[in-house]
């Protein structure tokens, strides 16, 4: 489990509340991961990125990208003297970590750097059919999130190709990431269980986070007025593009989404720790995965003695 959060902004409004409210989003984010934080913040939209991926560093620059992460808390990886660099950033990509998978290390941190990608990730998923299926390279971390990019980098930044990707997933996934072959769009992912909601505020700009309850209490930080929550529904793609200077929804496309028995069972803790009655139940009404059946275990009992050809 972990948590996603981020801003597509109206370039055209003053940048003060927006990331206020990104930044509010980040330390609620902290419910659901405290190993780990981070945010991506684009500054160009005109570089590709060095397909080795970051690894060890702390902030780095990278295709366009500002990528700023750490160990510990948001709160405890974003300083105050950041903020200027997502005042001028029309996106930012903000991760928590809680390390399910992988040890505490700024290697298996996100956001990620994977080929042309930057993204992050909340769920877990098989990765065996992922690497098999598309023939994907020896991870340089150990978590799921950087083989499901992988097999995104692969894809080419082609929809069908990656449509073929997200369908493939068995497991948990919510995704949201940018692809340097397209530098100015923004792609939002959910398959199976792994909650994701969008906001767009009364200024034009859109936010997403895994709880929407989140939603509302930065947007009284923020002094931010919501106009619209909405409950992203599995199997779904969303690209936002930013290129106008601001957010506009370019394309949504769905996808069958799959789920592991074991993920509808952990549900109420991994996907709606932190949600209110209210939004689980709404949630609840976008979910429509397909779920795979758990192999059946033979069980092999040997015949007491007494039973025995032998009759000794």
Not at 1 to 17: I, K
Not at 97 to 123: D, E, F, K, M, Y
Not at 198 to 211: I, K, R
Request: glycine letters at 8%; hydrophobic letters at 40%.
């Amino acid at each position: 489990m972990c948590g996603l959060f981020g801003v597509v902004r109206n370039q055209t409004c003053d940048p003060t509340r927006a990331t206020i409210m990104c930044v509010a989003l980040g330390q609620l984010a902290e419910e659901r991961g405290k190993d780990s934080a981070g945010l991506a913040v684009a500054i160009s939209a005109t570089k590709k990125l060095d397909r080795r991926p970051v690894t060890n560093r702390r902030d780095v620059t990278a295709g366009g990208w500002r990528i700023i992460k750490g160990p510990g808390r948001f709160r405890d990886v974003w300083k105050p003297a950041y903020n200027s660099a997502l005042d001028a950033a029309p996106v930012a990509l903000g991760h928590t970590r809680w390390a399910t998978q992988g040890g505490t290390t700024l290697v298996n941190s996100s956001p990620l750097q994977v080929g042309q990608l930057i993204g992050t990730h909340n769920g877990d998923v098989d990765t065996w059919p992922l690497r098999s299926e598309f023939s994907l390279p020896r991870p340089t971390g150990g978590t799921d999130t950087e083989v499901l990019y992988q097999a995104l980098d692969q894809a080419g930044g082609v929809i069908l190709p990656t449509l073929d990707v997200l369908e493939s997933v068995v497991g948990r996934a919510a995704l949201v990431w940018t692809d340097r072959r397209w530098p100015q769009l923004v792609m939002l992912a959910r398959t199976a269980v792994s909650p994701l909601s969008v906001a767009v505020d009364t200024e034009g700009n859109l936010y997403w986070a895994s709880n929407p309850g989140w939603f509302r209490k930065a947007a009284r930080a923020a002094d931010v007025t919501i106009a619209e929550i909405l409950m992203v529904p599995e199997g779904t793609l969303m690209m936002i593009d930013y290129s106008s200077g601001s957010p506009a929804l370019v394309g949504d496309r769905r996808f069958t989404a799959t789920a592991r028995a074991k993920d509808d069972r952990l549900a109420h803790i991994v996907a709606y720790r932190g949600f209110s009655i209210e939004d689980q139940v709404a949630d609840e009404e976008v979910c429509s995965h397909r779920t795979l059946r758990e192999p059946q275990r033979s069980r092999s009992v040997s015949a007491p003695l007494w039973l025995s050809p032998s009759g000794k």
